[in-house]
């Protein structure tokens, strides 16, 4: 079983919609989870920490359930600019991120 | 200021050669990593180095050798390298290696072996 684990998609959504992923990860003792943006050909980029609370920043929601080992991540008021591969990574108690193979979102006009 | 510098953003080598790419970071993190990154794939942990010193080397080649001459700067020696080393290298720092901390990329180096 992959560390972390994510849908590949592509997710094909029109602009405007309401558009979430999933992540799971194995390792209980994970510390710190993390999305992370990543254009075609460019580096990865922090979107947002993901706190055991939830959090959100502007219409981006980051939700974690340890019980489940489970994050996700949801967008709201999809836009063109949205279009990007979404990294769920985990610091699996290494030291290190781990990273999940990433989900393909593209919005459509 | 979250901005990791590399060069150079290309860099096209033979087998024989010998190059290096850099990386530098000015915001004082203590911790800094080189991934690899091929094609459709999620980012692969190289090296890691905490206050200088190397911490993690995920058993990479001997072919790849790092360096991190002082805090803000991050080296990665390549010799001898083979066509599938092609792939996008990124540097990374974080303010320490603590589990908390977010690692925030440099834009990378694009390698191609030919």
């Keep these: ?109 | 200021d979250t901005e990791v510098t590399q060069t150079p953003k290309h860099l096209v080598m033979g087998m024989t050669n010998k190059k290096s790419l850099k990386c530098e970071q000015h915001m004082g993190h203590r911790a800094m990593y080189w991934y690899k990154q091929k094609a459709k794939k999620p980012p692969e942990l190289m090296f890691v180095y905490s206050y200088e010193k190397l911490s993690i080397n995920e058993s990479v080649p001997s072919r790849f050798s790092p360096e991190c001459p002082n805090s803000s700067l991050l080296n990665l020696h390549l010799h001898a390298l083979q066509p599938e080393d092609s792939a996008l290298y990124l540097c990374a720092s974080s303010q320490d290696q603590g589990s908390y901390n977010e690692q925030f990329f440099g834009p990378g180096t694009r390698l191609t072996v030919l």
């Design chain 1, 1 to 109: 079983r992959k560390e972390v684990e994510q849908d590949p998609g592509p997710f094909n959504v029109p602009e405007g919609a309401t558009v979430a992923f999933n992540c799971t990860y194995s390792n209980s003792a994970s510390q710190s989870f993390f999305w992370y943006r990543q254009d075609c050909r460019k580096e990865p980029k922090l979107l947002m920490s993901v706190y055991s609370s939830g959090n959100e920043d502007g219409r981006f929601t980051a939700q974690l359930n340890r019980a489940s080992q489970y994050i996700s991540l949801l967008i709201r008021d999809s836009k063109l600019s949205d279009s990007a591969t979404y990294l769920c990574v985990v610091n699996t108690g290494r030291r290190a991120l781990t990273f999940g193979s990433g989900t393909r979102l593209q919005v459509q006009p």
